[in-house]
């Protein structure tokens, strides 16, 4: 390797999660007592602690016996709205049911809200990700649900992540109240149109009370015309069509997945298409969790999310969701760190973030702790002691 003066050794780790099976023990890769060398937003070197390359680095930096991690991936969150729905989560857990209504809220809020505000709203939402160890995040429109407020949701939130998603599709908005098809007519000839040029991604609300699988599946086909790549948010409240049309599609996830049959599960493990499982939903809506244990076994690739928004998961702690997978969802330890991480990446079809090997991008967490065992072990702990995004310790 070539060394270089201003590239910093992060040295003396206890315990190095890379997700990367050639570099270190098991499908976390995991080595002891081991060092990474990081220089110009990425990883420059990774091993043990006694082979560092010699003048690898001129700064050391001791992280004292710290577990070392790759920065969270959080692929699932809606960042750009206005208010807040206390009240309704009060009176869910009062026993009210979730229908998916309490979103005409928030977009009465989001539309009357400035920029201004919807940005700081984004800002303020990101910086907490940022300090539970989220380094990579989605952010969705779906708030807005006309032309000019979809495309001002993603302007903005392109400001804070290239993971931008156009998820205009999200409910059916009052003005179009008993006409689905003649929104699902507007989103697909005039907003895909009009908000491609900065969306990555294009998303639908797949369930009873939203949308079925031929609205889903025109509003998505239209937003790959436009080079945009399919996402899925299904079975979420009950058994559908979600997860086979995000399958059909070749869509990059199917996010939520509570409801499955067997034919769900193997059409997944067959498909290059990423479950993700947002447990914080099913905590703050009291729904029940999906079976993780039935997708891990099957040879599913899962990811973790927050699914941050205002209504049923007002959260951005990545360590809680990893926490409920273990403890809900029967997910290892083990499994619920590489899906909050290499799981993610895989959702956001990246390589360069979730992993901690030569040449990636150098976002790196360090826990207030030996191990990665304890974001499980201590739930609800502030354990995120260092955040290193591209390389820059935040």
Request: charge should be negative; glycine fraction near 10%; charged fraction near 20%.
């Amino acid at each position: 390797m070539s060394h270089r003066r201003d590239w910093t050794l992060l040295d003396n780790i206890g315990c190095l999660v890379t997700n990367d099976p050639e570099l270190g023990r098991g499908p976390l890769g995991l080595l002891v007592d081991a060092a990474v060398v990081v220089g110009e937003g990425l990883v420059r070197w990774v091993g043990p602690s006694t082979r560092i390359p010699e003048g690898a680095a001129g700064t050391r930096h001791d992280l004292q016996g710290r577990a070392v991690l790759p920065g969270f991936v959080d692929s699932h969150a809606h960042l750009v709205f206005a208010g807040e729905r206390a009240e309704e989560f009060a009176a869910r857990m009062a026993g009210a049911p979730y229908t998916g209504g309490g979103i005409a809220t928030t977009i009465a809020a989001t539309r009357a809200a400035t920029d201004r505000a919807l940005a700081a709203t984004v800002s303020r939402l990101v910086a907490e990700g940022w300090r539970s160890g989220t380094t990579t995040v989605e952010c969705k429109s779906g708030y807005g649900q006309s032309v000019a407020d979809e495309l001002r949701s993603l302007q903005i939130a392109e400001v804070y992540t290239p993971e931008t998603t156009l998820l205009a599709a999200h409910v059916v908005p009052p003005e179009f109240a008993g006409r689905p098809d003649d929104y699902v007519r507007l989103v697909c000839e005039e907003m895909v149109p009009a908000c491609a040029p900065h969306a990555r991604w294009i998303d639908v609300f797949c369930e009873r009370g939203a949308f079925d699988a031929d609205q889903c599946r025109a509003v998505l086909q239209a937003g790959m015309a436009h080079g945009l790549t399919p996402r899925v948010h299904g079975n979420q409240l009950g058994p559908g069509p979600g997860v086979q049309l995000a399958v059909e599609l070749g869509a990059a996830s199917v996010d939520h997945v509570t409801y499955t049959t067997a034919a769900d599960v193997a059409a997944l493990a067959a498909s290059g298409t990423v479950a993700t499982l947002l447990p914080g939903a099913d905590f703050c809506t009291r729904n029940r969790y999906p079976d993780a244990r039935a997708l891990l076994d099957a040879g599913v690739t899962v990811a973790l999310a927050t699914d941050c928004n205002p209504g049923t998961s007002y959260l951005t702690s990545m360590p809680f969701c990893v926490a409920l997978a273990v403890r809900e969802m029967h997910m290892s330890p083990e499994e619920a760190v590489g899906a909050a991480t290499a799981g993610g990446a895989a959702a956001l079809r990246r390589t360069d973030v979730g992993v901690v090997r030569e040449g990636a991008r150098a976002d790196l967490i360090a826990l207030d702790a030996p191990s990665y065992l304890h974001l499980a072990y201590r739930p609800g702990v502030q354990l995120i002691r260092e955040v290193w995004q591209e390389g820059m310790l935040m």
